[in-house]
């Protein structure tokens, strides 16, 4: 299970429905999740969201009365390996039910949503993060992906997601205020292609802060962003892709970057920055992935999920400047969907 579940939230991110053109030219159309796809994706993490083995907890001792099993700890998050999968495992569900009504597994992924984000089991999430061992637990990437599941949640128009909302909102507030605390202190930015990645941490909790009207926390991501990425030029792609990486550096930044910064002064940004990209001839080859029984060699499917992410934004926003990127998208996405 593991070598596989922690990139599938990157699939649902992909499920991309727009069709860009301008002027005469058609714009090849990013991948489309199909609800037979979705159907397949949601068993998952549907079935290993209440399995509390095998487990990798990233613990801190102060002594043996610590010592305890997942679901003790974590009462909400302890299935699906470890805490940051089982929380964008959940993340993953609410927005499968958000975009496809018709999902087969709806009523027991109701059940299990409502059973897992249950009052009395956030509480002892948040008290987890009281714990002074425990302050920089899961910094800032399994952080992120709460302010994720939240975000998705306000997006939910359902009386499920109202519950949950609430529910959860100790700890998404908790998580706010992390985030408030720690990056000030943050001196340089964490430029790697796994969790740490603080491009990636700053990216989903600003769009969460967009969303919320978390004014403090826009105004802080977006200050930190220009500080550490304003002067970046020519980002080194040859460099990449390391060998366990499920993140680009140099995309992830270009995307946080994307975020904060106005239209005009992020394509001036942009062309400094990675000036190959708007070369109609780039080209980029998929991460290649040798051994899929590898938990960490296959972090290169996630990378390609990841990469394609945030190429489908960019397309988004700048078709006409950007559109020729979507055939490498697309590309990057066949070659680890099958999988």
């Known amino acids: ?64 009365s610590f010592l305890k099993g997942p ?3 974590h009462p909400a998050f302890y299935g699906c390996f470890d805490w940051h999968s089982s929380v964008h495992g959940h993340w993953m569900l609410v927005s499968l039910l958000r975009e496809f009504p018709d999902l087969e597994d709806t009523e027991l992924i109701r059940k299990k949503l409502s059973q897992n984000i249950s009052k ?19 910094r800032t990437y399994g952080w992120a992906w709460i302010l994720k599941l939240a975000e998705e949640l306000l997006k939910w128009d359902d009386p499920l997601a109202r519950e949950l909302e609430g529910n959860l909102q100790p700890l998404t507030d908790l998580m706010v205020e992390k985030y408030i605390d720690f990056l000030p202190k943050l001196i340089y930015p964490i430029r790697v292609g796994e969790h740490s990645n603080i491009a990636f941490g700053l990216s989903l909790a600003f769009d969460y802060a967009l969303i919320a009207d978390q004014k403090q926390l826009t105004e802080l991501i977006r200050e930190r962003a220009y500080h550490w990425f304003g002067q970046d030029r020519d980002c080194p792609m040859g460099w990449e892709p390391s060998g366990f990486d499920f993140l680009s550096p140099c995309f992830q930044e270009l995307d946080i970057m994307r975020k904060v910064m ?34 960490k060699l296959v972090h290169l499917d996630g990378l390609n999920f990841s990469r394609a992410w945030v190429l489908y934004g960019l397309i988004t926003s700048f078709p006409e400047q950007y559109g020729h990127l979507t055939g490498i998208a697309n590309e990057h996405v066949m070659y680890s969907l099958p999988s």
């Open 1 to 64: 299970m593991k070598k596989i579940y922690p990139f599938l939230f990157f699939i649902i991110c992909l499920n991309i429905t727009w069709h860009y053109c301008f002027g005469q030219q058609a714009i090849p159309q990013p991948v489309k999740l199909s609800l037979e796809e979705a159907n397949r994706l949601s068993k998952l993490p549907l079935h290993c969201m209440q399995v509390e083995y095998p487990n990798k907890l990233n613990q801190t001792l102060e002594d043996e």
């Open 262 to 295: 106005p239209a005009d002064d992020f394509l001036v940004w942009l062309e400094a920055f990675m000036p190959d990209l708007e070369n109609p001839d780039f080209t980029l080859d998929p991460g290649e992935v040798s051994d899929r029984t590898d938990g």
């Open 71 to 73: 679901k003790a700890l």
């Open 120 to 138: 009395e089991n956030i509480e002892q999430e948040v008290a987890y993060f009281h714990m002074p061992q425990n302050s920089s637990f899961e």
